[in-house]
């Protein structure tokens, strides 16, 4: 993580990190925090709620705690709210089977409360539908709702929110070399068509090409429409 994050940082490029915020704290990574800092590496960090009861319910006790011990370090290292070159961002996601609220009124509403209670900052805050692919299918098959979030999903289908979807300006590489519409198509292992970055000469060659689709696809283009940089509709 170190060499690849330092020698695209080297290149002049931006360089995101996805922290769950805990591992700020992990024995052995106690570095993590300062190297993120000294290389002016942006950090998209997973709060799914304000309220400690709610996020240690649904990720464990203490969990809250680390992760507000977190963004309070984050903060001393400079990541603040109008900072150039050490931008925190914060993301949201539904604890249930449902879509996200407005991001601007809930991101409102975390800076209030974030700011009165633990005088924490950050930049944005991103709201994110729950894919229903792996893990959180199996959760939601378990409990008997997948049938249902998918027609969730569908009926709430947006066509100005699928002209703006990740998949049709980006692509999603594996750790080796497998290149995929989105990383959502990556977990799945679901491609149009076998490639990788040593297969083509050029990102050009992906220009108008079909991208592969199944019912997941549905959770970007629902309501305000979602991607890795939240809400695709204000």
């Known amino acids: 993580f170190r060499r690849l994050a330092k020698t695209f940082r080297d290149a002049g490029l931006r360089v995101i990190d996805r922290c769950n915020l805990t591992i700020l704290s992990e024995p052995g990574y106690e570095w993590v ?21 709610n996020v240690d319910g649904q990720r464990g006790g203490g969990v809250f705690g680390r992760s507000i011990d977190g963004l309070l370090r984050l903060n001393e290292l400079g990541y603040r709210r ?28 975390y800076r209030r409360e974030l ?6 900052e950050f930049g944005r805050l991103l709201t994110i539908t729950n894919i229903p692919i792996r893990r959180y299918a199996q959760f939601l098959q378990k409990r008997g709702l997948l049938d249902d979030y998918l027609r969730l999903l569908s ?17 999603s590489v594996s750790w080796d070399g497998q290149i995929y519409d ?3 198509n990556q977990m799945i292992d679901l491609s149009q068509k076998p490639r990788t970055v040593w297969s083509i000469e050029s990102l050009d060659e992906l220009v108008d090409q079909p ?16 991607g890795c940089g939240g809400a695709l509709l204000n």
């Open 182 to 184: 989105c990383d959502f």
């Open 115 to 120: 700011a009165a209670r633990y005088g924490i």
């Open 33 to 53: 925090a300062e190297f993120l800092a000294e290389h002016e590496i942006d950090v998209v960090a997973s709060l799914p709620c304000y309220l400690e009861d």
């Open 211 to 226: 991208i592969a689709l199944a019912d997941h696809c549905y959770g970007c283009t629902a309501g305000a429409g979602s």
């Open 82 to 109: 109008e900072s150039e070159t050490h931008r925190l961002d914060l993301v949201y996601n539904p604890t249930g089977p449902s879509l996200p609220p407005d991001q601007a009124k809930l991101e409102a509403d």
């Open 155 to 171: 009926e709430s289908f947006n066509a100005k929110a699928a002209e703006e979807v990740m998949c049709r300006s980006l692509v």
